[in-house]
């Protein structure tokens, strides 16, 4: 399903929805996010079900069993349900022999069901949530553990730069007439509600899809929320084995013919009877349309980054308001493809906000336009400062060496709740860190009465500069532990 970025980007365009609602950048949206970020994890009560197709890469899926059997995905996860599509090959345990995994459960279908297999086995899962992921990437424990810890009222995806743009130029946000969809793939890493897969089934007998198009149901799936999805930038690890089901002009023909009926079905959805319960699963547009926000999961640790950096081209937003139904996707796409230049794609793709947050100094994120006032970043540690137990709170900074005024124009503040926010007094201080590049690591210092219960540290710019932004690494830590940035 996966691998038509490439094609994409050089034939067509990239775009998203909400540029205009950046002008009027405040901390609205910290507050409209909290209410679905409301259901924490117990970790004596995993309440995950994984869910993994195989078909043709069985020491793949073998591999991605054992990471998701890990120990340290005991609280999270439940049970790994490996659906066999293959029926003239059918799994038994000897085949996961090497792991010892009680957690497993196989699958033998009797046919064929390509994709819908995934919203069945969700559907039938015993936990409210479900785990998706193809068989040719490996996505990291820490990863999952902070999907978990974010998953609320609706599903979140996880995807590479490429297809995260890929996303955001098929995407139609048109609140007055109803319509309002960001395509997503699911095979990267999706955490679903059970009652979203279930509902979706619904959906798709509803309208009255085909045995080929309930099987494509990947391509359906996102469109036919009609809601903006909340999608994060991340590291899914590529394994390599052959088989891919999406490959060259055919696959790519396959899924735009798709991603094209599934618009088409969510165009006679919303005319006929927008708002009714008469249609599982689709939702009707939220309004106001919450702005744009960048989000990447740390690697090495459980935390998420969010920022409201503008990571498009203004062109985007421009596009927007001549968009009325989900069929224009494609006509849309056309109009916006001067915008993507190689050069704008390139940074999007090779310096996206997770480099900031993949553990590795030698790659960094490398913002669009130039640094501004009211540009801010979100660190959500997903437990607070005492349940971390940090004796105390800095923020680590790895930086290139002409952004010390940045930092230092910016103020730092903390929050429980991402409502009610502290302003830290802690001062900057850079030491150089390499001469090739050149780079600094900054420190904050984060004090304050309530510090113990922060668990949202924010960063917000006061003034605008004429450079972009250009982080080697953040992190947050205790600061006690005494490490440099890595
Ligand atoms: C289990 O591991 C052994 C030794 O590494 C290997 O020879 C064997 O093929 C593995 N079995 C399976 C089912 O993967
Ligand atoms: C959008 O949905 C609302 C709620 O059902 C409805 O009142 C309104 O008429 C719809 N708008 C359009 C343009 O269909
Ligand atoms: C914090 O300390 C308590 C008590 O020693 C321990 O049970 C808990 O696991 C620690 N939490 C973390 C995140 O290390
Ligand atoms: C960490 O911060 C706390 C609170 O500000 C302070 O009391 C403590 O001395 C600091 N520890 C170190 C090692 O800097
Ligand atoms: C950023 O500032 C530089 C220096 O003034 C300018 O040349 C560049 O066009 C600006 N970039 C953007 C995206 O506005």
Redesign the pocket.
Known sequence: MKHVCSVWTTLLAVAVAFCAFWVEINTAWFTQKLASYSTPNDPSQPDVTAVLLNWVRLPNV?QIVSTLCAESLDGVIKEIVVWNNNYNRPLVD?????LTCSKLHIHNSVENLYFQARFIACASASTPYCFIQDDDYLVKPEIIRSLRARIGTHDIYHLPPDEVLAGHVLSIESPSTNITFGFSWLGYGALLLRSNAESFLSLLKRIGASEEETKMADNYYSILKNSVPEIWTGHPIPLFGGGDFTVGGEGVARNRKHIAAATNYLDQIVATDAGSDAWPYVSLPSSPVEPQVERSPCLGRSCVLESTLQSLPDAFATAEATRRTAMELFAREAQLSPVLTPQFTSNYVNHALSRAVDADPKTFFRSFQNATEGDTLVFDMLDNVRQLNWTGVEWLWLVDSDMAPILKASTVSFSPDKRSWVESSGSVSCIPYSVQPRTLECRIPIEGASIGTARYFRLRLEKTFLLPWRIYETRLQSNGSGLRVL
Do not use: I
């Open positions: 073998v000897q085949d996961f022999a090497n």
